[in-house]
């Protein structure tokens, strides 16, 4: 069932996408192309990959595990551009996922939940492992490792991808279907461009001058949306961390093709990329970077988070907790990677809103501008489809489950649970060895 409402814009009309080389808005541009829009132009900081995105990444986890409703459904969608579509094709990774918790935990509690509703969906890829043992003989790799009381779901249609190289692939195929682009100060967002009455979208400001004219605008500005175009507390943008383990080549063919592990204690790691990088992230609840910021159309600055991206800043780092998490996490693995030098360490941006949907809706504010974004965890995953929902919003056919879910909402809060949950993310004023300037 969809909700057929007039669509937002013609086959033939000036489309610009703000963010158009990061995860949804170079989705968004590449749905747009397939279906025939024939004026479309990505305006970014950087070149496809773009540096400011999250997705410009070594690689990513990727799985159909949602089960039933909106993310279920997308999760389906998404699996099958992940292993069929040409353009994503070549950077997914099916090698099997481990969704692990310590002991009898809620969070197992959750796990074991999901586990029967895949099987009752008929799913014949999914296997319940009740303790370490059962663990070990799916992941020989942890064979060492002292995990005796955990358990968790083991999902067949699931791994890795390649994030960068998928999204590098996008770009490259957005190029071979005529996309037009500008980068650096001529793609920077500085402001909207209104009507004389205030009402209507026209276009965007770049940092250099630039005016670029449009009849539909898409946001799609990822962890800089809320620092872009005030979105009246419905994202907030926070960092989660990464760092790298170069193996030798004796050691990357040693843990080549392992499933991808995933503990919601102690963080996740899966297969090293072909030049044997072995990258590691904990789990915890992000890192905010409160500073002023004066968003779209405000004209006095407010106190907000505001993302320190890795490309702007090379010499940041993580913070020395991080850090030590994960060194904890190799400790409970992998114990004989312990002590090795942690690389290419880097703090990784997206936006979350507090229950954990998107943000994708007309901006009800100004009718031509299109907003895209609120990640939540949700979009690289999603890479194949994100940009599909986006044009069913254009074209008036985006499902009206979808639509209410991905709605304008500031104040909704997180009535339904949804939200990423935990503590409060700390800031990065508060915690130390991250910064080097």
Request: proline share 6%; hydrophobic share 35%.
């Given at each position: 069932?969809?909700?057929?409402?007039?669509?937002?814009?013609?086959?033939?009309?000036?489309?610009?996408?703000?963010?158009?080389?990061?995860?949804?808005?170079?989705?968004?541009?590449?749905?747009?192309?397939?279906?025939?829009?024939?004026?479309?132009?990505?305006?970014?900081?950087?070149?496809?990959?773009?540096?400011?995105?999250?997705?410009?990444?070594?690689?990513?986890?990727?799985?159909?595990?949602?089960?039933?409703?909106?993310?279920?459904?997308?999760?389906?969608?998404?699996?099958?551009?992940?292993?069929?579509?040409?353009?994503?094709?070549?950077?997914?990774?099916?090698?099997?996922?481990?969704?692990?918790?310590?002991?009898?935990?809620?969070?197992?509690?959750?796990?074991?939940?999901?586990?029967?509703?895949?099987?009752?969906?008929?799913?014949?890829?999914?296997?319940?492992?009740?303790?370490?043992?059962?663990?070990?003989?799916?992941?020989?790799?942890?064979?060492?490792?002292?995990?005796?009381?955990?358990?968790?779901?083991?999902?067949?249609?699931?791994?890795?991808?390649?994030?960068?190289?998928?999204?590098?692939?996008?770009?490259?195929?957005?190029?071979?279907?005529?996309?037009?682009?500008?980068?650096?100060?001529?793609?920077?967002?500085?402001?909207?461009l209104l009507s004389e009455d205030g009402k209507t979208c026209t276009g965007v400001k770049a940092a250099d001058g630039t005016e670029w004219p449009a009849d539909l605008v898409v946001f799609a500005a990822g962890a800089w949306s809320p620092v872009l175009l005030d979105l009246q507390g419905q994202c907030e943008?926070?960092?989660?961390?990464?760092?790298?383990?170069?193996?030798?080549?004796?050691?990357?063919?040693?843990?080549?093709?392992?499933?991808?592990?995933?503990?919601?204690?102690?963080?996740?790691?899966?297969?090293?990329?072909?030049?044997?990088?072995?990258?590691?992230?904990?789990?915890?609840?992000?890192?905010?970077?409160?500073?002023?910021?004066?968003?779209?159309?405000?004209?006095?600055?407010?106190?907000?988070?505001?993302?320190?991206?890795?490309?702007?800043?090379?010499?940041?780092?993580?913070?020395?907790?991080?850090?030590?998490?994960?060194?904890?996490?190799?400790?409970?693995?992998?114990?004989?990677?312990?002590?090795?030098?942690?690389?290419?360490?880097?703090?990784?941006?997206?936006?979350?809103?507090?229950?954990?949907?998107?943000?994708?809706?007309?901006?009800?504010?100004?009718?031509?501008?299109?907003?895209?974004?609120?990640?939540?965890?949700?979009?690289?995953?999603?890479?194949?489809?994100?940009?599909?929902?986006?044009?069913?919003?254009?074209?008036?056919?985006?499902?009206?489950?979808?639509?209410?879910?991905?709605?304008?909402?500031?104040?909704?809060?997180?009535?339904?649970?949804?939200?990423?949950?935990?503590?409060?993310?700390?800031?990065?004023?508060?915690?130390?060895?991250?910064?080097?300037?």
């Amino acid at each position: 069932m969809t909700d057929s409402t007039a669509p937002l814009a013609d086959k033939d009309a000036r489309i610009l996408v703000v963010g158009g080389a990061g995860t949804i808005g170079s989705s968004t541009a590449l749905h747009l192309l397939r279906r025939g829009y024939s004026n479309v132009r990505i305006l970014d900081v950087y070149p496809s990959p773009s540096g400011n995105s999250a997705g410009n990444d070594l690689n990513k986890i990727c799985g159909n595990d949602r089960g039933l409703g909106i993310w279920g459904d997308i999760s389906d969608e998404a699996w099958e551009g992940w292993t069929h579509d040409p353009v994503f094709q070549p950077y997914c990774h099916s090698v099997g996922k481990l969704d692990l918790a310590c002991g009898d935990t809620p969070r197992a509690a959750q796990l074991r939940r999901k586990y029967n509703l895949l099987q009752s969906l008929g799913r014949k890829d999914v296997e319940w492992l009740s303790d370490g043992d059962a663990i070990k003989r799916k992941a020989g790799h942890l064979a060492d490792a002292n995990i005796e009381t955990w358990n968790g779901l083991w999902c067949g249609e699931g791994g890795w991808v390649a994030a960068h190289d998928a999204l590098d692939s996008v770009g490259r195929e957005l190029a071979s279907l005529g996309i037009k682009t500008a980068f650096g100060p001529s793609g920077t967002f500085v402001s909207l461009l209104l009507s004389e009455d205030g009402k209507t979208c026209t276009g965007v400001k770049a940092a250099d001058g630039t005016e670029w004219p449009a009849d539909l605008v898409v946001f799609a500005a990822g962890a800089w949306s809320p620092v872009l175009l005030d979105l009246q507390g419905q994202c907030e943008s926070k960092a989660w961390i990464y760092a790298h383990i170069q193996l030798t080549p004796e050691e990357a063919e040693q843990l080549k093709g392992i499933p991808t592990m995933y503990n919601d204690e102690y963080g996740f790691f899966m297969e090293p990329s072909a030049t044997g990088l072995l990258k590691f992230c904990n789990e915890f609840a992000g890192y905010t970077h409160y500073t002023t910021a004066t968003p779209f159309p405000l004209t006095e600055p407010v106190r907000i988070s505001v993302p320190r991206s890795h490309a702007a800043h090379p010499t940041d780092t993580i913070p020395t907790e991080s850090l030590e998490d994960i060194k904890r996490l190799i400790a409970k693995t992998i114990s004989w990677l312990s002590g090795r030098p942690l690389i290419n360490q880097a703090l990784c941006w997206c936006t979350d809103t507090p229950d954990a949907q998107w943000l994708l809706c007309e901006d009800p504010r100004w009718k031509g501008l299109v907003l895209a974004t609120g990640d939540s965890g949700h979009s690289f995953k999603t890479l194949p489809v994100a940009g599909k929902q986006v044009v069913d919003l254009i074209e008036g056919v985006l499902a009206p489950e979808r639509k209410h879910a991905w709605r304008w909402r500031p104040g909704h809060g997180d009535p339904n649970g949804t939200g990423r949950g935990g503590p409060r993310p700390k800031d990065l004023a508060d915690v130390p060895g991250w910064k080097h300037d």
